[in-house]
């Protein structure tokens, strides 16, 4: 059971990890087509540090927090990830965001062949672990679980 517990627990997560990708790409592509753009003050700039446990390499993640203030008089606060690294504290950056969900905006210049690349290329890798999970439960119950190999004397 755990050769088929163990591969479908981590497709789980990758199709999870997948829709989250393409999520972010057509939050990033609406913002960018709608046209709506506004003048946002950096409040925050931070790293946050993952990995660097034993022989792991160590990964460094640039946030911004920005404000502005829509249109109709609202003001939104959002983070953003992966942002310029010359953009700091007190800095006024455009921002572009749609009327529907204003939260949702990017300080990312517009860059959809980038965005597009960088998607594809992430469900091309989600897609390759999903292959080898499946791949290696169709071996094992082919090698084992399928012909009674262990029911022989």
Not at 46 to 60: E, M, P, Q, R
């Amino acid at each position: 059971m755990f050769f088929y517990a163990l591969p479908s627990l981590i497709i789980i997560v990758v199709l999870l990890a997948a829709a989250r990708v393409v999520r972010r790409s057509l939050e990033l592509r609406s913002a960018w087509n709608s046209g709506l753009t506004a003048e946002a003050h950096c409040l925050r700039s931070y790293t946050t540090v993952g990995g660097g446990g034993n022989d792991s390499s160590v990964t460094t993640t640039l946030h911004h927090v920005y404000e502005f203030t829509t249109r109709d008089d609202r003001a939104i606060r959002f983070e953003e990830a992966n942002g310029r690294p010359t953009t700091v504290e007190g800095d006024i950056v455009t921002v572009h965001y749609t009327a529907r969900h204003p939260e949702k905006a990017t300080a990312h210049a517009p860059s959809p062949a980038r965005a597009a690349a960088s998607t594809i290329g992430m469900l091309v890798f989600c897609g390759v672990i999903v292959t080898f999970c499946v791949g290696f439960m169709i071996t094992y119950h082919q090698a084992f679980a399928g012909d009674g190999f262990f029911d022989r004397p």
